[in-house]
């Protein structure tokens, strides 16, 4: 089965600086790559999404590029705010269910 | 609140005993998807419906899991004899098609003392 691997595990930036999040796959199937956050006790909620016919999207402070040859996508978000605290998820989707990766734990200090 | 809910948000039992958790989707959704979440993890698949056909489940759902949607909207996840193993985060997310975004529910959290 699928398996997604995330990088690093925790994150710590100041306000306004960039905070970058790597995740690798393995399911060359995969063609669909959301980036849920998740608030301590919230639902996972969607961030931004590519498909394996884009390279690379962008969303205001977000942006997620894909490079399916080598199986890499990754988060960045821009001028981070302390309301980017928060656990981010990589994940892959082939159609039906979705695989996510183990998270990052982002933290942005003031 | 048009938005994926489940009920109840969180339930205590004692091991042994069996545990019924709903999810209503969005209403035009249909499909519906169970994952769980354990501390410090990300969700894992448990099994999906299109309308109310359960299509794919996952290793994870042992004999004691079942779920059912027999209407094709409203979902129950039923698990029976429950072990303290099996306390997590359930959530469930309903999507319109195959490839659109999946929407989460806020979850049920489940302690098995």
């Known amino acids: 089965g699928e398996n997604v691997e995330q990088h690093p595990s925790t994150l710590s930036v100041q306000e306004g600086d960039s905070a970058v999040i790597k995740c690798t796959y393995s399911?060359?199937?995969?063609?669909?790559f959301p980036w849920y956050k998740q608030e301590l006790g919230k639902r996972p909620q969607l961030i931004i999404d590519i498909r394996s016919n884009v390279g690379e999207k962008k969303d205001q402070r977000i942006a997620v590029t894909l490079n399916k040859t080598a199986k890499h996508f990754s988060l960045h978000i821009t001028e981070t705010q302390p309301e980017d605290s928060a656990v981010y998820f990589c994940v892959t989707g082939g159609g039906n269910k979705l695989t996510f990766g183990t998270g990052t734990q982002l933290k942005v200090e003031l | 609140d048009t938005g994926v809910s489940q009920d109840p948000r969180h339930k205590i039992t004692k091991r042994g005993q069996n545990v019924t958790f709903r999810c209503d989707p969005i209403?035009?959704?249909?499909?519906l998807y169970w994952y769980r979440q354990t501390l410090g993890q990300g969700p894992e698949f448990l099994t999906y419906f299109q309308n109310e056909a359960q299509l794919e489940k996952s290793r994870l759902l042992s004999d004691r899991f079942s779920a059912e949607r027999p209407k094709g909207s409203f979902s129950t996840l039923e698990i029976q004899r429950t072990e303290q193993g099996d306390s997590a985060m359930y959530l469930c997310?309903?999507?319109?098609?195959?490839?659109?975004?999946?929407?989460f529910g806020p979850g049920t959290r489940l302690t098995v003392l």
């Open positions: 209403s035009e959704h249909n499909r």
């Open positions: 997310a309903s999507s319109l098609t195959r490839t659109d975004t999946q929407y």
């Open positions: 399911d060359s199937a995969s063609n669909y």
